[in-house]
């Protein structure tokens, strides 16, 4: 019955919400009438009039208000105080009729019409509107009641605004059953919303335990990430899934539903404060220049475009092999530009860094005045596989630019450098390094082009990192994979590189290495058992063998080193930005670079892999393939 009366078209709705209005008119009248005479009410003579007059003024002022514009099974608070307003104006009209009315005919029938009739009336009718949507709410609600032991029992932490929508949110969506909020604020600890109990935090522990929570739901959007950081480590030994809801802007239409429920974002994983942005750092601006970008649809060329189509440039232009990421990041980028009504010319560029002539082409005939080069391979045990092909691609790729680059006379070239690149234990992360070397060489003559590089750790969010690796693993149950157990690394977020490569290349003079001072490395096997801990869940290990995800450790992979450094040499410099260092590393001249650049290409081309390490080796200080280790 039910589903049928859902499946009904709307008009078919409406005459039934209708007649049931009119129905409720008349019984509020017989009511009204019966209270007041303190009898059954059997309407006599011109008495029939009123209860004529009740569905007659009711209808026009409830179709005014939009009540049958209204769904019953969503009935909310803002529905019934829209029904209270249109009883309020019933009320009135019915009382001014009833009043001149009485006026015309008490002489007629002095027991005709009591005037307190005009007050009682509206009061039950109101009454009974009222709970009729409650009643047709619950019951049109019925059909998607879950069964209560199948849904999941929730904390929402923060009992704000965003907690308070949350709960509404939550009571539609019937997923789970709200146990109550936490929030720090002492004033609202003891304290009830809409009927739920506001907790301290020192309660958590208790209330997990106690009523057998499953989720937490951090609904705390305007917090500080240290704030944010200091909760979710407090949380950290409880077996609940932490979630959170996205930022203020996300909510800034007053609506908040259960799709706005996220895992917890990088930056909460990281476990340390982004660095922010500092555009004071240099006077240089990229506003209203030409900019080209290379490797625009990957990771970190994806994430500069976005920012650098903030600071309004002339002209950007995205360049790429990939005709899928291309037309995915030009899409984003205009439908950016468009709601931000950034007045950017965005044109993209199928291509290739290690095309000599079509880069020639593109730089000649644009002339940009920016160039901010991210293609690269950068998968180290692809890149081992195919060693040739990231040496023609990292190195040449770079050479081809920055040979083009100073031909067209291009003002800046900032070259995306990893930490991979120190010491590296790879062809990855020696081409890395090659290229560094060269753009160092090529700085050092008297060209037009100002050449930096930015060297930084493992992106957070990336297509390859660990983050989306463990997410999917996660989701299928595990287990999670490490390939060693003391397996270290740098981490930073998309946006922070991307930031470091717009501020170092506005500090640049010329053939600078800067860094990111990172704070502290992670370990990789840390960072799995937080992410599962964080999920709710419990590390299977010897010592909790009952536990619900294994972490496996599967052996390091072809190149892969177990810590990663940032610095080559010692003593970094400091810089205008506070986390940005300068590297004082070591590099060959161009004379005698350029030759050992003649052999590595002749290697490249003939495909010769003791050739290419051979040579990588004479030019990169501490490089070396690692020593297999066992676990």
């Not at 081992?384 to 990231?390: K, L, Q, R, T, W």
């Not at 991307?498 to 501020?503: F, G, I, P």
């Amino acid at each position: 019955m039910r589903d049928r009366l859902k499946s009904w078209p709307r008009l078919g709705k409406q005459a039934s919400a209708i007649a049931l209005d009119l129905l409720l008119a008349l019984l509020a009248t017989w009511l009204a009438f019966s209270l007041r005479l303190e009898t059954l009410h059997w309407p006599g003579g011109l008495q029939w009039w009123i209860y004529a007059l009740a569905p007659t003024l009711a209808i026009p002022v409830f179709v005014r208000f939009g009540l049958y514009r209204a769904i019953f099974r969503y009935t909310d608070l803002a529905a019934l105080m829209a029904v209270t307003q249109a009883v309020g104006a019933y009320a009135i009209a019915f009382f001014l009729v009833l009043l001149a009315q009485h006026a015309l005919w008490a002489s007629r029938s002095p027991e005709f019409l009591p005037r307190s009739l005009g007050i009682l009336q509206p009061l039950i009718f109101l009454l009974l509107v009222g709970s009729s949507r409650l009643v047709a709410r619950f019951w049109l609600a019925g059909g998607r009641r879950a069964d209560p032991s199948a849904r999941g029992r929730l904390l929402i932490y923060g009992a704000g605004d965003a907690g308070v929508q949350t709960a509404a949110a939550i009571a539609n969506a019937r997923q789970f059953v709200l146990v109550g909020f936490v929030d720090d604020d002492p004033a609202k600890a003891g304290r009830s919303i809409n009927g739920v109990t506001v907790y301290p935090p020192h309660r958590i522990r208790d209330l997990v335990e106690r009523s057998a929570v499953s989720d937490i739901l951090l609904a705390l959007p305007s917090a500080t990430r240290a704030r944010r950081n200091d909760i979710i480590a407090s949380l950290s030994t409880v077996a609940v899934h932490i979630r959170t809801l996205p930022g203020m802007s996300d909510l800034a239409s007053g609506r908040v539903s259960l799709r706005d429920f996220t895992e917890l974002d990088i930056e909460d994983l990281l476990g340390r404060n982004p660095v922010a942005p500092q555009p004071a750092v240099s006077d240089r601006s990229i506003a209203d220049q030409v900019v080209l970008v290379t490797g625009a649809g990957g990771s970190i060329g994806s994430e500069l475009c976005r920012q650098i189509v903030r600071e309004r440039p002339r002209q950007l232009l995205l360049l790429d092999h990939s005709e899928f990421s291309l037309y995915s990041i030009h899409r984003e980028l205009q439908a950016l530009c468009l709601a931000g009504k950034l007045q950017v010319d965005l044109l993209p560029l199928l291509g290739s860094v290690s095309n000599p002539r079509r880069l020639g082409e593109l730089l000649g005939g644009y002339r940009p005045h920016w160039v901010y080069h991210a293609a690269a391979y950068k998968h180290v045990p692809m890149v081992e596989s195919n060693p040739a092909e990231g040496i023609l691609n990292n190195v040449f790729g770079t050479l081809n630019l920055a040979r083009a680059a100073m031909d067209a006379g291009v003002a800046n070239l900032v070259l995306v450098s990893t930490d991979k690149a120190v010491r590296p234990a790879n062809v990855m992360g020696a081409s890395k390094r090659m290229a560094e070397l060269v753009l160092q060489a090529m700085a050092q003559g008297a060209g037009p082009t100002r050449f930096c590089m930015v060297r930084f750790g493992n992106v957070l969010g990336s297509s390859g990192s660990v983050v989306p690796l463990f997410r999917s693993q996660l989701a299928l149950g595990g287990p999670l994979t490490v390939t060693h157990p003391d397996v270290t690394r740098y981490f930073m977020t998309i946006p922070e590189a991307a930031q470091l490569v717009l501020h170092a290349g506005a500090m640049a003079h010329g053939g600078e290495v800067f860094v990111l001072d990172m704070g502290e490395p992670v370990k990789v096997m840390q960072l799995a058992r937080r992410m599962i801990e964080l999920s709710g869940l419990r590390v299977r290990d010897p010592a909790t063998p009952d536990g619900d995800i294994a972490i496996a450790v599967t052996g390091l992979r072809p190149g892969e080193k177990l810590y990663e450094e940032l610095l080559i040499g010692d003593n970094p410099l400091p810089t205008a930005h506070p986390r940005i260092l300068k590297a004082q590393e070591e590099f060959l001249p161009w004379p005698e670079l350029v030759l050992q650049l003649d052999m590595l290409r002749s290697a490249a081309d003939n495909g010769d892999v003791a050739a290419m390490k051979s040579v990588l080796r004479s030019c990169v200080r501490g490089y070396a393939e690692p020593v297999s280790q066992t676990n």
